[in-house]
């Protein structure tokens, strides 16, 4: 790390990788919103522990892309357990429980 710029090291490693792991993470997420929190959420924990991680062998881009998969699957697992609402009612339903019109269960078929 430099004396006469602490933070340049970091912020040229992020100008060289943002591309990518924004890349990465709409792909893993599916969602764009998502994905820019996985990112930003990554970036400022490897901007926190900088010095720690700067020192370690290995390659940094390798860190942030794993840093990135791992923080999609976080998400994915902190959302899967939040409680909705339905739309039409007041009950409470858990994440992928009939929500959508589409996922309504289709009237028996007359006896033949």
């Given at each position: 790390?430099?004396?006469a710029a602490p933070g340049?090291?970091?912020e040229s490693f992020v100008l060289e990788t943002l591309d990518a792991c924004s890349r990465l993470a709409q792909t893993q997420a599916g969602d764009p919103h998502s994905a820019q929190d996985a990112v930003q959420d990554v970036y400022l924990n490897m901007y926190r522990r900088w010095e720690e991680i700067s020192a370690q062998q290995g390659s940094l881009a390798a860190y942030g892309r794993t840093?990135?998969?791992r923080a999609v699957i976080d998400q994915f697992r902190r959302n899967k357990r939040t409680v909705i609402r339905h739309r039409n009612s007041r009950r409470r339903l858990r994440h992928g429980q009939g929500r959508h019109r589409r996922t309504r269960r289709l009237p028996p078929l007359p006896a033949a």
């Open positions: 790390m430099s004396e340049a090291d970091f840093a990135v998969k």
